[in-house]
């Protein structure tokens, strides 16, 4: 069985900190995905990355992909209150030609003015 | 405004009955996914559908059964409800169905009394 596990699960910092949000699996996936979940909404997708040691930045969030493939990570740099919502990371996971994904539990970060 | 639509937006009910929830994919998207997020389990994938076809399943319990009709819209069926049942369901569309980027509805709260 697939899983991923995030941490940390919780994060609560001031505006203008820096943070990075883990992504560890022991299974290799063909690509990894990270979504921003606010409340009442569905996930949305941020990034995806497919390359092992890929790094993908958007504005001030930066993606990186394990050079194994088991692994990412979410860096934020001066985390603005905008970005306070629930961080998921997913990896393509199943056989054949699904777009079936595993989802990690979760990182709900909370950035204070 | 991912252009999935999900209806009803909430559903409150008791043990042992049976609800429909509906999707309606993105203009030109094949594939519809239905997702089950709880506090304890995360983001669960249950079931894809393709071009009216079921391509993938994942967590989705013999109570629970879905379909993809040929207007590409799509039901969730939800039967002998149990107090677990009471999650957040997402549907979420794709083009065509393979490690793409998945667009997903805001989702139905279901509440089962």
């Known amino acids: 069985t697939q899983l991923l596990e995030q941490s940390p699960q919780f994060l609560s910092i001031q505006e203008g900190e820096n943070l990075t949000v883990y992504c560890n699996s022991s299974?290799?996936?063909?690509?990894l995905q990270w979504y921003r979940q606010e409340p009442g909404e569905g996930p949305v997708l941020l990034v995806t990355?497919?390359?092992?040691?890929e790094v993908k930045k958007l504005k001030r969030l930066t993606f990186q992909f394990g050079d194994a493939r088991k692994d990412s990570s979410l860096h934020i740099t001066a985390a603005q209150t905008g970005d306070t919502g629930l961080y998921l990371c997913a990896g393509a996971g199943g056989s054949g030609n699904t777009g079936k994904l595993i989802f990690g539990q979760g990182t709900t970060l909370q950035v204070k003015p | 405004d991912s252009g999935v639509t999900q209806t009803p937006k909430h559903l409150i009910t008791a043990t042992g009955q049976r609800v429909t929830l509906r999707c309606s994919p993105r203009?030109?998207?094949?594939?519809v996914y239905w997702y089950q997020q709880s506090l304890d389990q995360g983001l669960q994938f249950l079931i894809q559908?393709?071009?009216?076809?079921?391509?993938a399943k994942g967590n989705i319990l013999e109570r629970f059964s879905a379909q993809q009709f040929p207007d590409l819209h799509s039901e969730l069926n939800l039967s002998s409800l149990e107090l677990g049942d009471s999650a957040l369901y997402f549907c979420?569309?794709?083009?065509?169905?393979?490690?793409?980027?998945?667009?997903f509805g805001s989702g139905t709260q279901l509440s089962v009394l």
């Open positions: 979420a569309s794709s083009r065509r169905g393979s490690n793409e980027k998945l667009f």
């Open positions: 203009s030109g998207d094949l594939s």
């Open positions: 990355v497919v390359t092992g040691g």
């Open positions: 559908y393709y071009n009216g076809e079921e391509r």
């Open positions: 299974s290799v996936f063909s690509s």
